[in-house]
Nanobody, 123 residues
Framework: QVQLVESGGGLVQVGGSLRLSCAAS????????MGWFRQAPGKEREFVAG????????DYLDSVKGRFTISRDNAKNTVDLQMNSLKSEDTAVYYC????????????????WGQGTQVTVSS
């Protein structure tokens, strides 16, 4: 049974930092792509960052480039999202997701999803 469990969300002030982590089990983690998505109230789920199976290629939503960094540790079966210089518009539920091929921006291509972790950025 595949499980993705996010942690690290919380309340932070504008300009602050948070580090999200996603622990994966039940799959061959080193062979799959991973992504982080987010969904704000009343909005569609959007791609935030993705990383291929070997960490050799990453991709980011334009609005988070230079502020967020995705990384993975295949030995620990984890993928992290370091979020710096947070803005109020980053407030959302953040989800990690796993995809068997690539690490694209389309949510429907991802086969497995975590339950999400709330990130709230206050001004």
């Amino acid at each position: 049974q595949v499980q993705l469990v996010e942690s690290g969300g919380g309340l932070v002030q504008v300009g602050g930092s948070l580090r999200l982590s996603c622990a994966a089990s039940g799959l061959t983690f080193s062979r799959i792509g991973m992504g982080w998505f987010r969904q704000a109230p009343g909005k569609e789920r959007e791609f935030v960052a993705g990383i291929k199976w070997n960490g050799g290629r990453t991709d980011y939503l334009d609005s988070v480039k230079g502020r967020f960094t995705i990384s993975r540790d295949n030995a620990k079966n984890t993928v992290d999202l370091q979020m710096n210089s947070l803005k109020s518009e980053d407030t959302a539920v953040y989800y990690c997701a796993a995809v068997l091929l690539g690490a694209g921006r389309v949510a429907s291509e991802y086969e497995y999803w975590g339950q999400g972790t709330q990130v709230t950025v206050s001004s």
